[in-house]
C-alpha cells in the first residue's frame, strides 16, 4: 500500500458520515458579482488600461494602425537591440520598418540561446483594464510562453478597441483555459523581506504595451 492510498483512505473514513451534497456546481457558489465596476465608454475603458499598465510600471505608447511598424522600430532602435523573438504567426507588417535580426520562436531553443535575445515582439489575447493585465495564450501571434519570459524586453501589442474588457468576469469567456496562459501585470518584479523591490527576476525586466487603434475608440 502506498502512502497515497494511506491518505485517501483516511480521508474516505473522515467523511464517511458526510451527507452527498447534491447541490449542481453552478449553484454552490454565489456568483452574482458585477461584471464590471462602474459604466464606462470604450474610450475611458482604454484609458484605464493604460492608467493600470502605467501604475504597474509598464511603459504604454499609443499609435494608429499606420504607424505601428516605425513605433516598433523605433522602440526597437532606443533599446538598441540587435535581435529579437518573433513568434510564428505575428504580422509581418508590424517589423516592416526595421532590420532587426528576427529570431524564430522554436521548440529546439534553450533557455541559453533566449537569453542572447535582446527583445520579444508578441500580440496578445485580451487586455483587462482593471487590474492593468495582459493575457496571452499561445496563440500564433504569440508563440511559446518561453519567449517571452527569458529575453529581458518584451514588446506587447494590444488591438484597441477590440482586444480590451474591463474586468476578469469579461476576459474569462475570451479565454481558453486549456490553452497556455499567461497573465502578465507590468515587468517581472519580486521583493524580499525589507521589501527591496528587484525587476527581472522571472521574466523581462521591461514591458512596453503598445495600444494601436484597429479603428475610431468611441461609443459605449
Given amino acids: 500500500m502506498s502512502t497515497r492510498d494511506v491518505i485517501l483512505g483516511r480521508v474516505r473514513r473522515a467523511l464517511a458520515d458526510v451527507g452527498q451534497d447534491d447541490t449542481p456546481y453552478k449553484r454552490a457558489v454565489d456568483r452574482g458579482y458585477l461584471p464590471e465596476h462602474g459604466d464606462r465608454s470604450v474610450e475611458q475603458t482604454v484609458d484605464l488600461l493604460a492608467e493600470n499598465l502605467a501604475d504597474y510600471r509598464a511603459i504604454v505608447h499609443r499609435c494608429e494602425a499606420d504607424g505601428l511598424a516605425a513605433l516598433i522600430a523605433g522602440l526597437l532602435a532606443e533599446r538598441g537591440s540587435t535581435s529579437v523573438a518573433v513568434p510564428p504567426g505575428l504580422d509581418e507588417e508590424w517589423l516592416a520598418a526595421t532590420d532587426v535580426t528576427r529570431v524564430a520562436d522554436r521548440s529546439e531553443s534553450t533557455p541559453h540561446e533566449l537569453d542572447q535575445v535582446d527583445s520579444v515582439i508578441t500580440a496578445c489575447a485580451v487586455a483587462i483594464a482593471e487590474t492593468g493585465t495582459i493575457v496571452l495564450d499561445g496563440g500564433p501571434d504569440q508563440g511559446r510562453r518561453r519567449i517571452t519570459l527569458v529575453p529581458d524586453h ?63 475608440v468611441s461609443g459605449n
Avoid at 514588446?155 to 490553452?179: E, F, G, K, N, W
Fill in 154 to 216: 518584451h514588446i506587447c501589442v494590444v488591438r484597441v478597441p477590440d482586444q480590451v474588457v474591463s474586468s476578469v468576469p469579461q476576459a474569462l469567456p475570451r479565454l481558453d483555459p486549456t490553452r497556455p496562459l499567461t497573465w502578465i501585470s507590468g515587468p517581472s518584479a519580486t521583493s524580499d523581506i525589507e521589501l527591496d523591490r528587484v525587476e527581472g527576476v522571472h521574466g523581462p525586466r521591461t514591458l512596453e504595451v503598445v495600444l494601436v487603434n484597429d479603428r475610431t
